[in-house]
């Protein structure tokens, strides 16, 4: 048995055959800004990023994760160099939207959704993500958008373009961290609990690392419990 065969697979939303640990592609983007701040490496190289990508491979791990903002596109392209080298079927390809918009008024307004979709599958050379992530919660003033853009993304499985609709947990849109006193910031959590029932994402992004001690332990905000969400349910096409 191969290691692309790993018993330790299993089979999750949208019939996506997942190993345990996945390969997380930020760092593949080399050094960049967004928004005002510095969010890449410079240290990064694109020939030891393809040995670590063809390594990771043949010790069975096939989830590759990437966003179209981590180098602006370069994590995605070296991604897709790779990609064209194994059969498509046996990597299962993740990327996000939401922290890039290019010329558009707001990078979940549909519009610029579809372009920045139609790029990263450029970029990862395959006509389909097996996962697409909304990448952040800010909707746009007054939540604008999140109506528009799930539709959106629903077509987009629709099309057969996307096979599961992922969504970062609880996080704080990442200028407001710099520019909003701690005090006043919004309650993450309720935020997230609030877009987790519009969006009704098949998979989840959560932040853990699992070398470092475990974080304190967090409750649920005043007046929420904690409960399984139920399934999504398939997009009406």
Same mark, same amino acid.
């Given at each position: 048995?191969?290691?692309?065969?790993?018993? *330790?697979? =299993? #089979? *999750?939303?949208?019939?996506?055959?997942?190993?345990?640990?996945?390969?997380?592609?930020?760092?593949?983007?080399?050094?960049?800004?967004?928004? @005002?701040?510095?969010?890449?490496?410079?240290?990064?190289?694109?020939?030891?990023?393809?040995?670590?990508?063809? #390594?990771?491979?043949?010790?069975?791990?096939? *989830?590759?994760? &990437?966003?179209?903002?981590?180098?602006?596109?370069?994590?995605?392209?070296?991604? @897709?160099?790779?990609?064209?080298?194994?059969?498509?079927? #046996?990597?299962?390809?993740?990327?996000?939207?939401?922290?890039? =918009?290019? #010329? $558009?008024?707001?990078?979940?307004?549909?519009?610029?959704? =579809?372009?920045?979709?139609?790029?990263?599958?450029?970029?990862? =050379? &395959?006509?389909?993500?097996?996962?697409?992530?909304?990448?952040?919660?800010?909707?746009? !003033?007054?939540?604008?958008?999140p109506e528009a853009a799930v539709a959106q993304m629903r077509d987009f499985q629709c099309q057969g373009l996307v096979t599961a609709v992922g969504m970062r947990g609880p996080h704080r849109y990442v200028t407001e961290r710099v520019t909003v006193a701690k005090?006043?910031?919004?309650?993450?959590?309720?935020?997230?609990?609030? *877009?987790?029932?519009?969006?009704? !994402?098949?998979?989840?992004?959560?932040?853990?690392?699992?070398?470092?001690?475990?974080?304190? $332990?967090?409750? !649920?905000?005043?007046?929420? &419990?904690?409960?399984?969400?139920?399934?999504?349910?398939?997009?009406?096409?």
């Amino acid at each position: 048995m191969s290691a692309r065969q790993s018993p *330790l697979r =299993r #089979t *999750l939303a949208g019939g996506l055959s997942v190993h345990p640990i996945g390969i997380g592609a930020w760092a593949l983007g080399g050094p960049d800004h967004n928004l @005002g701040l510095p969010m890449g490496w410079s240290t990064a190289d694109d020939a030891a990023s393809r040995r670590g990508l063809e #390594t990771a491979y043949e010790l069975g791990a096939n *989830l590759i994760d &990437t966003a179209d903002v981590y180098g602006h596109g370069h994590s995605e392209r070296v991604i @897709g160099d790779f990609v064209a080298t194994v059969p498509r079927d #046996t990597v299962v390809l993740s990327s996000k939207v939401g922290y890039h =918009r290019g #010329t $558009a008024r707001h990078a979940y307004l549909p519009t610029a959704m =579809r372009r920045q979709l139609e790029t990263s599958l450029e970029n990862l =050379r &395959t006509d389909r993500l097996d996962i697409y992530f909304f990448h952040n919660a800010g909707f746009g !003033p007054d939540d604008r958008y999140p109506e528009a853009a799930v539709a959106q993304m629903r077509d987009f499985q629709c099309q057969g373009l996307v096979t599961a609709v992922g969504m970062r947990g609880p996080h704080r849109y990442v200028t407001e961290r710099v520019t909003v006193a701690k005090d006043q910031r919004g309650d993450k959590y309720a935020r997230f609990a609030y *877009l987790a029932e519009q969006v009704r !994402p098949d998979y989840l992004a959560a932040r853990f690392n699992a070398l470092p001690p475990p974080p304190a $332990a967090s409750r !649920p905000p005043a007046g929420r &419990t904690s409960s399984p969400s139920p399934p999504p349910s398939a997009p009406a096409c």
